[in-house]
T-cell receptor
Framework: ETGVTQTPRHLVMGMTNKKSLKCEQH?????MYWYKQSAKKPLELMFV???????ENNSVPSRFSPECPNSSHLFLHLHTLQPEDSALYLC??????????????FGPGTRLLVL | QKEVEQDPGPLSVPEGAIVSLNCTYS??????FMWYRQYSRKGPELLMY????GNKEDGRFTAQVDKSSKYISLFIRDSQPSDSATYLC????????????FGAGTTVTVRA
């Protein structure tokens, strides 16, 4: 778990608030990911960054805005969220997203509640 | 049709029992199959991975892939209370597409 850290671990926000989620990886990986995990649903890939360049934006609403200032840090900026955005937001990293034996390492997640 | 189907359970077994988990998938391009374990309030961690068809063993865990049936399984022998978690299957093609397709996860409780 210490390879990928996420803060905060829990967040409650109103629909008019602006907040940011932070992810940091200490594994020397080149790719970072944001996933949304809702109860009884598969993980939904939101964004992928490879070498700090966004390579995937999986039809995510604009109220979610990612930022990847370097290969170790990833942010998810949140504004005017909806109650249905309440979920566990997971960050992951991997060495080479196109690698054959690619393994993604996950952080503990941020549990988000939108009121 | 979902790309990956996984029964969410929950599954409750006594300690020492064999736990059997499975997923079915629809995309015949998938060739790399993984099982992740997710404890409560934690992120998923990779448990096992395997290519193509056949079995792979790692201690008490056995992963099976049947590509002809598009069906993968995970067996846990001599289950322990510490195996209580949600198990997620995941898979991808080997075409350079980094995207993992996940099942919804099966929640397992091993009763002492």
């Amino acid at each position: 778990e210490t390879g990928v850290t996420q803060t905060p671990r829990h967040l409650v926000m109103g629909m008019t608030n602006k907040k940011s989620l932070k992810c940091e990886q200490h594994l020397g990986h080149n790719a970072m990911y944001w996933y949304k995990q809702s109860a009884k649903k598969p993980l939904e890939l939101m964004f992928v960054y490879s070498l700090e360049e966004r390579v995937e934006n999986n039809s995510v609403p604009s109220r979610f805005s990612p930022e990847c200032p370097n290969s170790s840090h990833l942010f998810l900026h949140l504004h005017t969220l909806q109650p249905e955005d309440s979920a566990l937001y997971l960050c992951a990293s991997s060495q080479d997203p196109a690698g054959v034996e690619e393994t993604q390492y996950f952080g503990p997640g941020t549990r988000l509640l939108v009121l | 049709q979902k790309e990956v189907e996984q029964d969410p359970g929950p599954l409750s077994v006594p300690e020492g029992a064999i736990v059997s988990l499975n997923c079915t998938y629809s995309n015949s391009a998938f060739q790399y199959f993984m099982w992740y374990r997710q404890y409560s309030r934690k992120g998923p961690e990779l448990l096992m991975y395997t290519y193509s068809s056949g079995n792979k063993e790692d201690g008490r865990f056995t992963a099976q892939v049947d590509k002809s049936s598009k069906y993968i399984s995970l067996f846990i022998r001599d289950s322990q209370p510490s195996d209580s978690a949600t198990y997620l299957c995941a898979m991808r093609s080997l075409s350079g597409d980094y995207k993992l397709s996940f099942g919804a996860g099966t929640t397992v409780t091993v009763r002492a």
